[in-house]
């Protein structure tokens, strides 16, 4: 395509939907003990152990290199634009190692900061995608991944914050710190940080709160919902189920993996709601 689509990890895009719509997606970094490595190197088993275990686990933004190459791939198979979208600038450095790597490309490279990440991102580099391949030129492309990012909606469930604050991406979140074991923190994104949306008692409470929330920004809208778990258990299942019940306009609904990257600062029992318009 004339306009290439590039994101990265964090975006959780499944990678039959990354293929088949042309997407590339540079992998941020996780280090863990003497290991620097992609997150898609990692098993996600061990790595959620390590995790469980109190072992030190933190990230790094991609290589300026491997932006480089990629983008270099993209012009070897006739991009004459790079669309570049990622991670909200506020929880990664991602976007600067993009930006580097844009320096030395001749084709244009359009890097653009997200303000989100997880399916938020995922959903906007998707319809970047689509606009692309009907041949939309750069400022249809930007548009059409500005225009979703802009109406999309993360909902986070996590068991507890410490992860977050071990990794420093907890943002206006940290005031609910040091609340009863028993309260579970419900999160957002909201300009480009983590931040609270509710506390609530009891995982169970928790997560039908969730469900009500994703009801409540579904509203009447037709809307793609995605779902994605740090680690694998009944709760993602019973709240997909929920949700296609209880959307009324609901057009597509999916289940994914939480990148590695974004689990290693949610932590294990995570769960992530992204409502977005449909397209």
């Given at each position: 395509?004339?306009?290439?689509?590039?994101?990265?990890?964090?975006?959780?895009?499944?990678?039959?939907?990354?293929?088949?719509?042309g997407?590339?997606?540079?992998?941020?970094?996780?280090?863990?003990?003497?290991?620097?490595?992609?997150?898609?190197?990692?098993?996600?088993?061990?790595?959620?152990?390590?995790?469980?275990?109190?072992?030190?686990?933190?990230?790094?933004?991609?290589?300026?290199?491997?932006?480089?190459?990629?983008?270099?791939?993209?012009?070897?198979?006739?991009?004459?634009?790079?669309?570049?979208?990622?991670?909200?600038?506020?929880?990664?450095?991602?976007?600067?190692?993009?930006?580097?790597?844009?320096?030395?490309?001749?084709?244009?490279?359009y890097?653009?900061?997200?303000?989100?990440t997880?399916?938020?991102?995922?959903?906007?580099?998707?319809s970047?995608?689509?606009?692309?391949?009907?041949g939309?030129?750069?400022?249809?492309?930007?548009?059409?991944a500005?225009?979703?990012?802009?109406?999309?909606?993360?909902?986070?469930?996590?068991?507890?914050?410490?992860?977050?604050?071990?990794?420093?991406?907890?943002?206006?979140?940290?005031?609910?710190?040091?609340?009863?074991?028993?309260i579970?923190?419900?999160?957002t994104?909201?300009?480009?940080?983590?931040?609270?949306?509710?506390?609530?008692p009891?995982?169970?409470?928790?997560?039908?709160?969730l469900?009500?929330?994703a009801?409540?920004?579904?509203?009447?809208?037709?809307?793609?919902?995605?779902?994605?778990?740090?680690?694998?258990?009944?709760?993602?299942?019973?709240?997909?189920?929920?949700?296609?019940?209880?959307?009324?306009?609901?057009?597509?609904?999916?289940?994914?993996?939480?990148?590695?990257?974004?689990?290693?600062?949610?932590?294990?029992?995570?769960?992530?709601?992204?409502?977005?318009?449909?397209?």
């Open positions: 395509m004339p306009v290439a689509v590039i994101t990265d990890s964090t975006a959780c895009i499944p990678e039959q939907l990354a293929a088949q719509w997407i590339a997606v540079v992998q941020v970094q996780i280090v863990a003990g003497d290991r620097i490595d992609d997150e898609s190197r990692f098993d996600r088993a061990e790595l959620i152990e390590l995790l469980r275990s109190g072992q030190h686990v933190s990230t790094r933004p991609p290589d300026p290199g491997a932006f480089f190459w990629t983008y270099q791939d993209a012009v070897s198979a006739g991009a004459d634009a790079i669309i570049s979208l990622h991670i909200s600038s506020k929880m990664s450095a991602t976007l600067e190692a993009a930006r580097e790597a844009a320096q030395q490309v001749k084709v244009p490279v890097v653009l900061d997200s303000a989100t997880s399916m938020s991102l995922g959903f906007a580099a998707l970047a995608a689509r606009t692309a391949a009907a939309g030129q750069v400022q249809r492309v930007m548009e059409a500005d225009r979703r990012v802009r109406a999309s909606s993360e909902l986070i469930y996590v068991d507890t914050l410490e992860y977050l604050r071990r990794g420093g991406r907890i943002g206006a979140a940290s005031a609910m710190l040091g609340t009863a074991l028993s579970k923190p419900l999160l994104v909201d300009n480009g940080q983590v931040a609270p949306l509710s506390r609530v009891g995982t169970k409470r928790a997560l039908n709160k469900a009500d929330l009801v409540k920004r579904a509203g009447e809208h037709k809307v793609d919902i995605a779902v994605a778990c740090a680690t694998p258990s009944d709760r993602e299942l019973t709240l997909v189920q929920q949700l296609r019940s209880r959307v009324p306009a609901l057009n597509d609904i999916m289940l994914v993996q939480a990148s590695t990257v974004i689990a290693a600062h949610v932590g294990p029992g995570a769960l992530g709601v992204t409502v977005s318009p449909a397209t």
